[in-house]
């Protein structure tokens, strides 16, 4: 189907656009793949079920993954503006569901840049190896040199604030150059970069000895995982987390795309490409662990791990012995960089689009509005020797009780008190080429809620049952519970001020043509 060029005088000449189809997919797939596909799903995936597990993701990403991907799209595609803008056109009590999304994009992006500027640092150590023969002792001490308690100070750390800001600086700069100068030109430059530097690390560690035992460890099924409610649990949270749903994200990229681009289709591609991805990501990663299993005479389960320990633990230690060690170093922590990157422009601009619509400013003076500052509190938390338990707090409670919270609410406001499914139904299959039917409604307004209700509470409960990481109170408090709540109460507050009067709150024209 052919794409609607906005005319120069337009709105989205004035937002801002991706030059195609194809530039909204590349940039949509770099949000969706970031530092969780690489760290987070083959983790996930070995402890509940290996093999087995593909079958409770496939049934979580086609029956709540990609409807409610779609349901972004249909609503950013329809009403053209941020989060905020588009739900208050679409409702007027809608508006503080955007906000509550761009406040939770804040939170992410003020720690989710100093683990992209520690993956830029490793990158130059895997050449020479400098982590020496304790990864673990030199990542929390000779590099972070992570206070001995939880604590809030300025005691700085040259080697993550130099990073750390040349991160920012490189960011607010792709901000700046605008929606195709910037976000859509690293993303076409960055993602092909991206998979084949993955497929080449792939290769190399499906040569490492001991691969095949790494690979047997992940997928040999455990059916008897699929009669456990939690394994199901898994696969949705686990689905939510990758696709970048729920917070904004593709509600802000859809609305920069030409009127009569097929959603639809472009959804499908995107849902599936980034699942492929932590496919492949599942199969590098427990290739090269079960080498490193071999090598120590251990068994996979004793090295397997996530998260951190994984990037920073793990691999430096793989990297160390593997023949060649040095190229998958390069190569694994060029990709933590690569994949990050993309994801965090795709989460800023969520709250720069907002801000933009809201107060009518310029690319630029959003850009520096938004940036500046968040650049400011992301070093002066994290790039200090008490940032790790910060990172790690504030990660754990905004991804659970923020990200699937509003996801849950956006869902049903959107379904039963806005009723508005029905329209973006019909606006989606205008041009789509995946015609959808009342299967996709039913399963948006009934389905998946209950499924992520579910999630919740059983998350709600492990938190409550035992402090999350052994942290003191104040720490959870402020930093955990504090950050899921506070954005909410920012995001009621900020939606009771007025819209700059040169921002129309009127559905677009050109969606009554």
């Known amino acids: 189907m052919a794409e609607q060029t906005p005319t120069a005088d337009s709105d989205d000449a004035v937002r801002g656009s991706f030059a195609s189809r194809r530039v909204f997919i590349l940039a949509a797939i770099g949000s969706a793949v970031g530092l969780g596909n690489i760290w987070r799903f083959p983790y996930v995936a070995y402890e509940n079920g290996g093999g087995a597990f593909v079958i409770p993701y496939l049934v979580a990403l086609l029956t709540a993954g990609l409807p409610f991907l779609l349901m972004d799209y249909g609503i950013g595609h329809r009403y053209r503006g941020s989060a905020p803008l588009s739900f208050r056109r679409m409702h007027r009590g809608g508006e503080v569901l955007g906000w509550w999304q761009v406040g939770i994009c804040a939170v992410i992006a003020v720690y989710y840049a100093v683990i992209i500027a520690w993956a830029v640092r490793y990158t130059f150590f895997s050449i020479d190896h400098t982590w020496g023969d304790d990864p673990a002792g030199f990542f929390f001490g000779d590099f972070l040199h992570v ?16 990073p750390l800001l040349l991160v920012w600086i490189a960011v607010i700069a792709i901000m700046v150059a605008g929606v195709q100068r910037g976000i859509g030109a690293i993303a076409v430059i960055f993602i092909p970069v991206l998979v084949i530097a993955f497929v080449v690390l792939v290769v190399r560690a499906l040569f490492l000895p001991g691969a095949g035992e790494g690979l047997d460890a992940l997928f040999a099924p455990d059916w008897g995982a ?13 689905i939510f987390f990758s696709l970048s749903v729920g917070f904004g994200i593709m509600i802000t990229y859809a609305s920069y795309v030409g009127r009569r681009t097929d959603m639809t289709g472009s959804g499908l591609v995107v849902g599936f490409s980034n699942s492929a ?3 492949l990501a599942g199969i590098g990663v427990f290739a090269a662990l079960g080498f490193l299993a071999q090598a120590n005479g ?11 320990g994984l990037a920073f633990i793990a691999f430096p230690t793989i990297i160390s012995e593997a023949p060649a060690g040095a190229l998958i170093g390069v190569l694994f922590f060029g990709c933590l960089v690569l994949a990050g990157v993309t ?32 650049a400011a509190v992301s070093v002066i938390f994290f790039a200090t020797t008490t940032g790790v338990p910060v990172l790690d707090t504030a990660d754990y409670f905004i991804n659970r009780f923020g990200i699937l919270l509003v996801a849950v609410c956006s869902m049903l406001a959107v379904a039963w008190w806005f009723r508005d499914l029905h329209t973006i ?29 579910y999630v919740l509470v059983q998350e709600l409960i492990d938190a409550l049952d035992e402090p999350y990481g052994g942290y003191p109170d104040w720490l959870l408090g402020w930093f955990g519970w504090g950050s899921a709540i506070g954005v909410v109460l920012v995001a009621v507050v900020i939606s009771l001020l007025p819209w700059s009067g040169r921002t129309s709150l009127d559905v677009p024209e050109e969606v009554h043509r």
């Not at 206070?147 to 130099?162: Q, R």
């Not at 699929?226 to 686990?238: E, H, I, K, Y």
């Not at 251990?298 to 951190?308: I, K, P």
């Not at 009342?438 to 209700?453: D, E, K, M, R, Y």
Request: glycine share 8%.
């Open 343 to 374: 994801s965090l422009v795709s989460v800023i601009e969520v709250v720069i689009s907002a801000v933009r619509d809201k107060l009518a400013l310029t690319r630029a003076a959003a850009s520096l509005l938004v940036g500046l500052p968040t």
């Open 298 to 308: 251990v068994a996979v389960d004793e090295v397997a791990s996530d998260g951190l």
């Open 425 to 453: 139904r019909l606006h989606l299959n205008e041009f789509g080429s995946f015609p959808l039917g009342n299967w996709w409604s039913a399963l948006v307004a009934f389905i998946t809620p209950v499924v992520l209700v």
């Open 226 to 238: 699929l009669g456990d409610t939690s394994v199901w649990a898994a696969a949705f949270g686990q």
């Open 147 to 162: 206070a001995e308690s939880p604590s809030i100070g300025l005691d700085f750390v040259a080697g993550v604030f130099w």
């Open 277 to 279: 991805f932590e496919l």
